[in-house]
Structure formats: C-alpha cells, structure tokens
C-alpha cells in the first residue's frame, strides 16, 4: 500500500506555475520532516525541498530557491508545493516522501521511509 498519498502535476508551459500537494501520514509525531524529490529517467531521486514539520524550517535546493514553496496546510493536514516560474528542466516525476532522521539525512532519498506514488510534471517551451 502507498503510505503517503499525493496529488498535482501536470502540464504547464515555461514560466507556469502548479501545485502538489501530500498527505501527512497519521501519527505524524515521530515524523521530523516532510521533504519533495524528483526523478529523472534513469536516476536516482533528487531533493528539491523539505519542511520541518514542528514549524518554521524550510529547505530547498540551490536549483529551485526563489521559485518553489513549501508549506505545512494545518487546516488539510497535507504538506504542499508551490511551484512558480517553471522551466523545462523542472519537468519530472516528483514525489514527497516522510523521514524521521535529522537534516543531515533528510536531503537524501534513502533517508525516507514512506513515499508517495509520484506525479509527472511537465515543461513545455
């Protein structure tokens, strides 16, 4: 079963913007971070951003900083990502996925114990 569930994506061109969004698991409590990774064909996933989900810390990528938000939705209990600005080098599959390790770990994929199914975003020029 896919633990976490998500939803967003899709097709957009150059400079368009699209949301996703990820439900937070139950028993959220032991959880330390909700982070967003994306996938190339043929590559390993690759970190994009990660919240805190006590409140206030946010991480991103080098790539997506000034363009991409992520936040904590309290009132749908989900973890969204705002994506403004779009290229066509964001087009991939991207995933959220939930960790309990600390930041040293949470920019790596392998740190994560549950994965949503993913979702494709498309960039067109």
């Known amino acids: 079963q896919v633990r976490l569930v998500q939803s967003g994506g899709g097709l957009v061109q150059a400079g368009g913007s699209l949301r996703l969004s990820c439900v937070i698991p139950e028993r959220s409590h032991r959880l330390t971070r909700m982070g967003w990774f994306r996938q190339y064909p043929g590559k390993d996933r690759e970190f994009v951003a990660a919240?805190?989900?006590?409140?206030?810390?946010?991480y991103y990528a080098d790539s997506v900083k000034g363009r991409f938000t992520v936040s904590k939705d309290n009132a749908k209990n989900t973890v969204e990502l705002q994506m403004n600005d779009l290229k066509p080098g964001d087009t991939a599959r991207y995933y959220c996925?939930?960790?309990?390790?600390?930041?040293?770990?949470?920019?790596?994929?392998?740190?994560?114990?549950?994965w949503g199914q993913g979702t494709q975003v498309t960039v067109s020029s």
């Open positions: 996925g939930a960790t309990v390790g600390p930041l040293a770990t949470a920019l790596n994929w392998k740190a994560y114990s549950s």
């Open positions: 919240i805190a989900l006590s409140g206030g810390s946010e």
